[in-house]
């Protein structure tokens, strides 16, 4: 991607993908938060796809939108008020909070900024599908099954909390009496 | 490395791994636990899940004698092109997880027995102590943020087991939260560390890291040490420490008091000097300044808790601050892995000898309040013991495993030059001894209250309570074959 | 035969088997502690006669234990180790035929009697500073126990200040071992080498810090005023025989180490900081003989006592690192030290005895409420009487002998402070006058009149005490042939 | 030889005291006989080996510093006088407590105390050396105070054997510090040393007059003496006499080469001093026991004054003439009490009538005491003044010491024979060896007077200073006290009906000579009681005082900052569990900060 | 035009947006809302890295795929947590779990 295509992309994408996630936290519906959270997860994945990291970006494009769907269906299943019908304030001490963040982006951006970082300039853009391909495959084997062992109990873990009843047909939760 | 490969290439690499496998059959058997738990745990008839418990402590047992079979025959390694390292650091970690796993099946018999997620519980305990030990060992940084999220999810899935209790739920909410944060305030450092280097490999990191401009370390190493230090319960990482300890499972919470901690603890004493080698950012002065803090105030927060869950806590929260004094060692003695190395194991030992009493008092006396320990020492003169042992042995009482401990950990601070460390260590030493003694005295010293009532034995849990109530006897009497084993481990 | 092992060993086997001993009650935990002392007992015996006084550390004996670092299970005497050992086992007798607890004793006294024996003796026999630390602690626990379980009203509160202050003042032991363990080369535990070859040779900040650390700690042992008001709280409410191991054995571990430790490994910072450490024993001295002096409370004012006796134990003890001392008033100092350690081990625990004898039948301790005892008491009295004039320091009884020779060491080169630690003779007497005369003369009230005087078995367990003192005082060279300190202290000044 | 001998005069009596207590109460009379009897043997012989020019030492080593600092016994003539004096003195005084004791039955304790007694002081004056001579020292203050209590169940006798024992030992400080700066200056403790100069000189000068002064009952420390008077008759006798308050002018006598110089001076001065304070007291007593406790104060000073100013001889012919009178009058009013069941003079009245044989030895040792010529005293007290007339202030207070002598002799004895009080029943049990023991004392008055010369052969004085004029102002001051005291008290019948006028006469003395001794006596007596004593108290209470003070420093102090310290912890505690609020929110909020703090510090690491 | 800078402090405002999120939400989704944002932060930091400084690091791109996998399950985690509280007490709030404390 030429250099004036990214700054095109660029722009765009990453203004929206702020302005997105700015308002996820604006809205008083979680629905719609949830919506704008995908949005701006979106945006971020067309800011891959300009850094040229396409095979990355789609992925976060892909894998973000599942996700957002399942956790807004989610928030339409159990939380209260999933519109936001009744304008719900869901912050506390908004001000100290956006202060400490101020505070935090700004000492990372100019850390960031103020850094010369090391490392080539020039030269091929980002790895391709096919080095990432080979990435995992050789060098970075081990921790990509670990990923997927990950994976899979993450999934053990979210059915046995969620699921509401024993998997046995059991309904005897565990207990234990303290006082 | 960082070139794109070819097939040539990778196949020669897959070569290499595959001969390297020999070093990762402990975490290859801590695999092998937690997914035969899971087969285990569906194929098995509802009345027989209990099976799934021996076999997750017996994989537990496996993995510990085999790290110790590697680390006798076969020595230290990276292997995995370097994103794992087997050596004496993580054969350790493992030995102890495996051991401590194994104990904490067996205190969560009692509890999770009969009920109707026992299986799941166990396939999770295994993932969360493979979680554990692969952090230990992960010389990576991608391995470092994937098994952080492994045992943590695991362990936030087992502190919420307890589902219909307000208490579990809160407790795993507020762990989950905490612990999810810090991990991505850690993958935010991680990145930084990433864009230093260029690879994600920890010794490149090392590499780079000493020459990068000190903003960038500077912030970059605070926010790993957030992930880690929130896994290890430092201060001011601890804050979900004391109430998920509360709301979770009382084997959970020794789980995470031993388990969790020391894999955290032991990322940290791998993390930092491999990527900050030769105390890059005077990172070990800002540790011992941690370990102060760390143990002060855990120590001051014990002192009023009528809680022994919360005590054990706060407890254990102190007990990570003279675990760092080791760490904040490493770079200017040698004394100072193997001090972290012989405290970690007297530390797993006493904590859950302590824990397993707590838990077989809850079963008999419904209550975990230092009220219901009074008068223990006539009802049960041998759980009195086990108790007593364990709250001197991490007061640091001679000749028990913890004395040795804290002699170790205070030769390496004095041998780094960190006396001040030492005299703080000193100070704190004498704080707790007045929550230790508050825990165990009133057992020996009160007349006890009226038992409930008959309760079902444990052999499980009684057998994990004598056995490590032994081991912290032992461990201080007989501190020559774990001292020897302390001292031989080294970071690669 | 390894006889300082089978010394220590034996009472630690004891402690060992108490627990599975098939009684709760009964004869079989007294026979036990009986026979684990007596083994002990006789092993010190042997040694004392193997003992040759013209060597210095000797019968080493040595076994492998934690070599890693350099650990090792091992054991000497010296002269001041050999005399404290035997004072250590003439007390265990004598508590064991006094008892702890319930009559007879149950397993449980039996067994943190025997421990705490055993590492007594491990702690005055160690040359292992690990192995001494090792001892110094357990003692702490097992006191505290016995304080705990088997002392007075607030007992609890007294037994966790010991534990408290013994701690504070056993941490800083801690870093000082392992500072000179780090700063010696090679790096050795062993105290028989480093008495030998000290480590610190000079007196800079190093030295001088880790000469803080054991004074600190041995200070709170010893008791050193300021840090001495544990002391009275543990002794008013332990019991008998707690107090009289307590005053007996326990504090001697503060000067044993100021010697063993202060004086023989770190001679050049003591050198430097002498006078300092002179005039906090005087202040301790004088001190604590005022206070005791204002105490009505008869186990409280013994205790006040011990930090005065005690004191004057320090100051010799400093007055022999100064600098500027004679041999021969060095040779004083450290005589009167050692000879007043045990002196005053066998007459503070012969008081604590007899005081406890006396509650245990008018069941006060306060001065004010107790008169005219020697007309129902005559034998009891006198008894008391005896160590009372033994505690003041008259001739003919153990501590004049000590105390003389505390007086004309310190001195030798600090004569001011000598000169003021002789007033608290004049005071020392008046209290102890005081508690005569108001707990013994006068007419006898009618509550006092019919009290049994001593049977046979408290007088088996006073008896040895009050002879051994009158030995000692009547001719002190019993222990000087032995504990003196020309025979054993070696390298130091 | 000689070495056992010297052991043995020891350890006799010491063995005798054992045995006595052990044995049952019918034989207890007769084993303290024999062991008094025994124990004067060695004594005696000794003596005479001293009498021939013997010397010798028998030493121990005690302790294992060497040089100078071992236990030992050694004979020369000082120390033979000194033995013998005890041993005789001892032995007549038991066999009058033999029977004084007869029907008590704490007798036989006391009996072995005695002998326990005689035993410190035997070893007190045979003692080579002064660590030798420190512990018997000590041993000599024990036993006293043990048998000033004899009395157990009376509280002033309690209080009495406190107070004794306390002044004592509180003096005897300075006995130690003296031994402290001896060994300090020559590293030897031998008799017979040069003060060294300096301050280890002031020491040891200061040192030992201080503690002789405390033993030996000197202004200011003299109270005790006369509270010592709670014990029974025959310790008093003992006490007064040979034993306790002899060991002061002892030690002054053995250290005079030592004390040569202003130590002596303060001594003397001090002896000259209580001499009449000491007599002026005695006047002023209602009770014979207090008026003979007055009485050896004074007689002590005057041994002080003589050691001071002639030279130790003279200070010890003194004392020994000196102990068989005082011993004697002690006795003597020992019978007197038994008889009457008090020693107070207005009960007395008339005793002697009733008891004459006990009365004419009174006579005997009072007229000694009084030094009417050519008793023992008269000679002894002569040497002194003789010694003191070069030093003008000393000659005189030596001589009304001896006016207020002779007045305080008679005055007891004109109460005791007035015939107003007489016709009581006396006592009969145990009475002959009491006045066998008081005919003896009385016969020693008459002999040492007359025979004076062996004794200053062995005491190596062959000239005692004597001088007419000093002789003749003794005589004349004898005669002043005695007659002021005639005329004084309640004259005899005959001697007032003689002549009215004389009534003007005896008014005009009551107002110039009687009443200003009396009221110059009493106020002594209430200045010894309400200053002296009140300053010895005041020390006392100031120490008691600075003890409670130090106990609350203590309690509220030293504890309650431990305590306070601890409290902060608990406290600090308590703010650390605040912290955990529970609130999730807060938590992020503190760890965010937490980051910072730790970033920071990072910072300042690597800066650094 | 777009350089590195530009990349990381976007990557620095997005990790702030999380983290406002996550200290001022009170509802436990929208706090895990916050946690995606810092994460996906990490994943930009590094894509920039990989475009501008490193291209050749395929490891960097592999560890993206690690941080959108912790995304994923994290997420799932979380939500399943919800669900099981939310089952008993009837709410999502963080703010009101304060049984635990001290």
């Not at chain 2, 030492?422 to 704190?428: F, G, Q, S």
């Amino acid at each position: 991607m030429s250099a004036v295509a990214t700054a095109l992309v660029f722009w765009p994408a990453a203004a929206l993908m702020l302005v997105t996630a700015v308002q996820v936290f604006r809205t008083s519906s979680m629905a719609r938060a949830g919506l704008l959270l995908l949005g701006a997860l979106g945006f971020e994945g067309l800011l891959f796809l300009a850094l040229a990291s396409e095979f990355l970006g789609v992925l976060m494009v892909l894998m973000m939108s599942g996700e957002m769907v399942v956790m807004t269906f989610f928030m339409v299943m159990f939380m209260p008020d999933p519109g936001g019908l009744m304008g719900m304030d869901m912050t506390h001490q908004p001000r100290r909070s956006a202060a400490v963040a101020v505070a935090v982006t700004a000492a990372l951006a100019v850390l960031a900024v103020a850094t010369d970082w090391p490392g080539r300039v020039a030269g091929r853009s980002a790895p391709d599908v096919e080095a990432i391909g080979f990435e995992v495959m050789s060098r970075s084997m081990f921790s990509f099954l670990f990923a997927g062992v990950t994976i899979l109990f993450a999934m053990i873990g979210g059915v046995l909390l969620a699921q509401h009843g024993g998997r046995l047909g059991l309904d005897a939760p565990a207990g234990e009496e303290r006082e | 490395m960082d070139n794109v490969g070819t097939y040539a290439q990778a196949k020669a690499v897959e070569d290499t791994m595959l001969h390297e496998l020999v070093w990762l059959v402990p975490i290859g058997a801590l695999v092998v636990t937690a997914l035969g738990a899971v087969l285990l745990a569906i194929v098995l008839p509802r009345g027989r899940q209990g099976a799934v418990g021996v076999f997750v402590a017996t994989g537990h047992l496996a993995a510990a004698a085999v790290a110790g079979v590697v680390w006798a025959d076969r020595g230290f390694k990276a292997v995995m092109s370097g994103t794992v390292m087997v050596d004496g650091l993580s054969l350790m970690l493992c030995m102890i997880v495996g051991v401590g796993g194994a104990a904490c099946v067996a205190l969560a018999h009692p509890t999770v027995s009969g009920t109707d997620r026992e299986g799941e519980f166990g396939a999770l305990l295994a993932a969360a102590s493979l979680g554990a030990v692969v952090l230990g060992s992960a010389a990576d940084i991608g391995l470092l943020a994937i098994s952080l999220g492994l045992s943590s999810l695991a362990t936030f899935v087992l502190t919420g087991y307890l589902r219909d209790s307000p208490r579990g739920n809160e407790a795993s909410i507020k762990y989950y939260l905490f612990g999810t944060v810090s991990g991505a305030a850690m993958t935010y450092g991680l990145s930084w560390w990433f864009g230093v280097t260029g690879s994600t490999s920890l010794a490149a990191v090392g590499r780079a890291l000493p020459d990068a401009p000190t903003g960038v370390v500077v912030g970059s190493t605070a926010l790993v040490l957030v992930g880690l230090g929130y896994k290890a319960a430092l201060v001011p990482f601890h804050f979900w420490t004391p109430d998920a300890y509360d709301g979770a499972p009382l084997s959970v919470a020794a789980y995470l008091s031993v388990v969790s901690k020391l894999a955290g603890l032991a990322a940290i004493a791998r993390v930092l000097p491999l990527a900050l080698p030769g105390d890059t950012a005077g990172w070990s002065t800002a540790i011992a300044v941690l370990a102060a803090l760390t143990m002060t105030l855990g120590n001051l927060a014990a002192l009023g808790q009528r809680n022994t869950v919360r005590l054990l806590a706060y407890s254990s929260i102190a007990q990570s601050g003279y675990l760092l004094m080791g760490i904040a060692a490493i770079e200017r003695s040698p004394g100072g892995l193997s001090s972290f190395a012989f405290y970690a194991m007297a530390y797993a030992v006493a904590n859950l000898t302590a824990f397993a009493v707590i838990i077989a008092v809850q079963r008999e006396r419904r209550s975990v309040d230092l009220d219901a320990l009074r008068g223990l020492g006539r009802a049960h003169p041998w759980w009195t013991a086990a108790l007593t042992l364990s709250a001197l042995s991490l007061l640091g009482l001679p000749p028990l495993a913890g004395f040795f401990a804290k002699l170790e950990v205070f030769r390496a601070s004095i041998d780094a030059g960190q006396s001040w460390l030492a005299v703080v260590a000193v100070v704190n030493t004498v704080i707790s001894l007045v929550f230790y003694l508050r825990l165990c005295a009133p057992a020996i010293l009160d007349r006890g209250t009226p038992t409930p009532g008959p309760v079902r034995r444990h052999r499980g849990l009684r057998a994990a309570m004598a056995t490590m109530a032994a081991a912290t006897v032992l461990g201080g009497l007989a501190a020559e074959p774990l001292l020897g084993l302390a001292e031989a481990a080294r970071i690669l | 035969m390894p006889l300082l092992s089978i010394a220590v060993l034996a009472p630690l086997l004891g402690a060992a088997l108490s627990p599975f001993l098939p009684v709760r009650e009964g004869r079989t935990p007294l026979a036990l502690a009986a026979a684990m002392t007596a083994i002990s007992a006789a092993c010190i015996v042997a040694t004392w006669v193997r003992f040759d006084p013209g060597q210095g550390m000797q019968l080493v004996e040595e076994a492998r234990w934690i070599p890693t670092l350099d650990v090792a299970w091992r054991l000497g005497v010296d002269g001041m180790a050999l005399a404290l050992c035997a004072l250590t086992v003439l007390l265990f007798a004598v508590s064991v035929v006094h008892g702890v607890g319930p009559r007879p004793m149950g397993r449980a006294a039996c067994g943190l009697l025997l421990l705490l024996e055993g590492s007594t003796l491990a702690f005055f026999l160690a040359e292992d500073f690990i192995l001494f630390y090792v001892a110094f602690d357990v003692t702490l626990v097992a006191m505290y126990f016995l304080i705990a379980l088997w002392g007075e009203e607030e007992r609890r509160y007294a037994a966790l200040k010991f534990f408290l202050y013994t701690l504070i003042g056993s941490l800083p032991v801690l870093l000082g071992i392992i500072a000179l363990y780090l700063h010696s080369e090679p790096h050795t535990f062993d105290m028989i080498r480093l008495a030998a070859d000290p480590a610190y040779q000079d007196a800079g900040t190093a030295a001088s810090l880790v000469f803080l650390a054991f004074l600190v700690g041995f200070a709170i042992k010893t008791p050193i005023v300021p840090f001495h008001t544990w002391l009275p709280a543990a002794h008013v409410q332990a019991p008998t025989t707690g107090s009289i191991l307590l005053a007996g054995v326990l504090l001697k571990m503060g000067t044993y180490g100021l010697v063993r430790v202060n004086l023989q490994m770190l001679s050049a910072p003591f050198a430097k900081y002498a006078l300092a450490v002179a005039i906090l024993g005087l202040v301790s001295a004088l001190w604590g003989t005022l206070i005791a002096l204002a105490q009505t409370d008869l186990k409280r004012l013994i205790a006040y006592t011990s930090v005065n006796h005690m004191g004057y134990v320090v100051m010799a003890v400093a007055a022999a690192a100064a600098s500027g001392i004679s041999p021969r008033g060095r040779e004083l100092a450290i005589d009167g030290a050692v000879l007043q350690m045990v002196a005053h081990g066998l007459v503070t625990a012969a008081l604590f005895l007899l005081a406890g004898l006396l509650k245990q039948r008018t069941h006060t301790r306060d001065l004010r409420e107790l008169a005219g005892l020697l007309g129902p008491l005559p034998r009891l009295g006198v008894l008391v009487a005896i160590a009372c004039f033994a505690s003041l320091g008259i001739p003919g009884l153990a501590q004049f002998p000590a105390e003389l020779q505390i007086f004309l060491g310190t001195f030798d080169v600090f004569p001011v402070i000598a000169g003021l630690a002789l007033l608290g003779l004049a005071v020392t007497a008046a209290l102890f006058l005081r508690v005569l005369q108001s707990a013994f003369m006068g007419p006898t009230p009618d509550r006092f009149a019919f009290l049994p005087d001593l049977d046979g078995r408290e007088a088996l367990a006073a008896l040895p005490l009050v002879a051994a003192f009158v030995a000692i005082g009547v001719y002190p060279r019993v222990i000087l042939d032995v504990a003196g300190s020309a025979a054993w202290l070696v390298g130091a000044g | 030889m000689t070495g056992v001998l010297l052991w043995s005069a020891v350890l006799v009596p010491l063995v005798a005291a054992g045995l006595v207590r052990a044995l049952p109460d019918r034989v207890a009379a007769v084993a303290t006989l024999t062991g008094a009897v025994a124990a004067s043997v060695p004594a005696v012989v000794l003596l005479v080996a001293a009498a021939d020019g013997r010397r010798a030492t028998s030493t121990l080593r005690w302790l294992n510093a060497s040089g100078g600092l071992d236990a030992g016994l050694r004979l020369d003539g000082l120390g033979a006088v000194m033995a013998v004096t005890v041993a005789v003195i001892g032995l007549v005084v038991l066999v009058h407590a033999t029977g004084y004791f007869a029907d008590d039955p704490q007798g036989r304790s006391a009996l072995a105390g005695l002998l326990a007694f005689l035993a410190a002081m035997q070893g007190l004056v045979l003692a080579d050396g002064y660590l030798t001579l420190l512990i018997f020292w000590e041993l000599v203050g024990v036993a006293s105070a043990r048998l000033i209590a004899h009395h157990r169940s009376d509280p002033a006798a309690a209080a009495a054997s406190v107070r004794a024992f306390l002044t004592t030992r509180t003096a005897d400080v300075g006995l130690y510090l003296a031994v402290l700066a001896l060994v300090a200056a020559s590293g030897s403790l031998a008799f017979g040393q040069d003060r060294p100069p300096g301050a280890l000189g002031a020491a040891i000068g200061l040192g030992l007059v201080v503690a002789a002064m405390g033993k030996s009952a000197q202004v200011p420390l003299s109270t005790w003496l006369s509270g010592a008077m709670a014990g029974p008759t025959p310790v008093s006798a003992l006490l007064h006499s040979a034993t306790m308050v002899a060991a002061g002018v002892y030690l002054l006598a053995r250290s005079a080469q030592l004390l040569a110089g202003w130590p002596l001076q303060v001594a003397g001065w001090v002896g000259a001093l209580t001499a009449v304070a000491g007599a002026l007291i005695a006047l002023g007593q209602d009770d014979l026991k207090r008026v003979l406790a007055g009485s050896t104060a004074s007689q002590l000073g005057l041994m002080f004054v003589g050691v001071a100013a002639g030279g130790p001889a003279v200070g010890v012919f003194h004392l020994v003439a000196h102990a068989a009178g005082k011993a004697g009058m002690f006795l003597c009013a020992g019978v007197f009490q038994r008889d009457r069941s008090s020693t107070a003079l207005a009960d007395l009245r008339g005793a002697g009538r009733d008891a004459r044989g006990a009365m004419t030895a009174f006579a005997v040792c009072g007229a000694s005491i009084a030094a009417v010529p050519p008793l023992a005293v008269f000679w002894s007290k002569d040497h002194i003044a003789a010694a003191s007339e070069s030093h003008t202030a000393w000659f005189v207070l030596v001589l009304l010491a001896a006016a207020g002598g002779a007045a305080y002799v008679l005055r007891p004895a004109l109460v005791l024979w007035d015939r107003a009080g007489a016709g009581h029943p006396v006592r009969r049990e145990g009475r002959p060896a009491m006045l066998a023991a008081c005919g003896a004392l009385a016969g020693a008055s008459i002999l040492l007077g007359v025979l004076g010369g062996p004794l200053r052969t062995v005491l190596h004085a062959p000239a005692l200073p004597t001088s007419t004029p000093s002789l003749v102002l003794s005589i004349a001051a004898l005669g002043v006290g005695a007659g002021g005291v005639l005329l004084a008290v309640r004259v005899p019948q005959a001697l007032r009906s003689a002549a009215a006028h004389q009534l003007h006469l005896e008014l005009l003395l009551r107002v110039v000579v009687q009443r200003p001794t009396l009221a110059l006596a009493r106020a002594l007596d209430a200045a010894e009681r309400r200053v002296v004593d009140r300053v010895v108290d005041a020390g006392a209470r100031a120490t008691v005082r600075a003890a409670h003070a130090a106990d609350r420093v203590e309690l509220h102090g030293i504890d309650a900052a431990v305590d306070g310290l601890a409290h902060a912890v608990g406290h600090g505690g308590a703010r650390t569990q605040r912290l955990q609020s529970g609130r999730l929110y807060e938590y992020l909020r503190d760890a965010v900060l937490g980051v910072a703090a730790i970033a920071i510090l990072l910072a300042i690491t690597a800066l650094t | 035009m777009i350089s590195l800078p530009l990349v990381l402090v976007s990557a620095a405002l997005l990790f702030g947006v999380g983290v406002y999120g996550v200290l001022g939400q009170t509802n436990t989704i929208m706090i895990i809302m916050g946690v995606e944002l810092m994460l996906g932060a990490a994943a930009l930091n590094v894509v920039g890295f990989l475009r501008y400084t490193w291209p050749d690091a395929t490891s960097g791109a592999f560890f993206v795929l690690i941080l959108m996998t912790l995304m994923a399950v994290e997420g799932a985690i979380g939500f399943a947590l919800v669900v099981s509280a939310f089952r008993h007490s009837r709410t999502a709030e963080a703010d009101d779990l304060t049984q635990l404390r001290g």
